[in-house]
């Protein structure tokens, strides 16, 4: 079965720049469209990177994603890191049956 | 676009409960739908998804047999009846819009199968 891994946690510090990776299983993490999904607590997730590397309206330039075919992996990066960010991510595609699949999520602490 | 959910709830294992979620703000007929679940401090996992007409269906294989996704694009509703619930399918449950690339999502709904 298809997976996708994530860290399980990353700290930086406000003004800092991070990225969060995120790691397919198996195949060609760049044949299929990855999104990233912000989520802070008590919150329903919402949509920051849609088709690799696309930013919804409203949200900020500091955010953006990538996708790296020799580590078989895509990245978000968040530049001039802000407390608000502090957030549980969540990379997103689907596999061969068109089964969506989420990354297990990473935890962004900003101190 | 807006997303809501409800029939949430309290469930004994083996019961069974059917959620709902309303949509609006956009033309519901012309997207496919999904069913999202995450467990109580856990991520999230996808559950099953319709067509925009209900042509095609699938479901997450720990669901399969079990839950039952259709939708009423008259209604602008979108539901999931689920069956045989066991503890492990506690979990709030998301709906949410769009085949393969979600865009948006509900707040989505709290089950919790419990004696």
């Known amino acids: 079965n298809f997976m996708l891994t994530q860290p399980h946690s990353v700290s930086e510090s406000p003004g800092k720049t991070v990225t969060i990776s995120c790691t397919g299983s198996s195949g060609s993490i760049a044949s299929n469209y990855v999104q990233w999904y912000q989520q802070r607590p008590g919150s329903a997730p919402t949509n920051v990177i849609y088709e690799d590397n696309q930013r919804p309206s409203g949200v900020p330039d500091r955010f953006s994603g990538s996708i790296d075919s020799s580590s078989n992996s895509a990245s978000l990066t968040i530049s001039g890191l802000k407390t608000e960010d502090e957030a549980d991510y969540y990379c997103?595609?689907?596999?061969?049956?068109?089964?969506?699949?989420f990354g297990g999520g990473t935890k962004l602490t900003v101190l | 676009v807006q997303l809501v959910e409800s029939g949430g709830g309290l469930v004994q294992p083996g019961g069974s409960l059917r959620l709902s979620c309303d949509a609006s703000g956009f033309t519901f007929s012309s997207y496919t739908m999904n069913w999202v679940r995450q467990a109580p401090g856990k991520g999230l996992e996808w559950v099953s998804y319709?067509?925009?007409?209900?042509?095609?269906?699938s479901y997450a294989d720990s669901v399969k047999g079990r839950f039952t996704i259709s939708r009423d694009n008259a209604k602008n509703s979108l539901y999931l009846q689920m069956n045989s619930l066991r503890a492990e399918d506690t979990a709030v449950y998301y709906c949410a819009r769009r085949w393969l690339s979600i865009d948006y999502w509900g707040q989505g709904t709290l089950v919790t199968v419990s004696s």
């Open positions: 319709i067509s925009s007409s209900s042509n095609t269906i």
């Open positions: 997103q595609s689907y596999d061969n049956n068109s089964h969506v699949v």
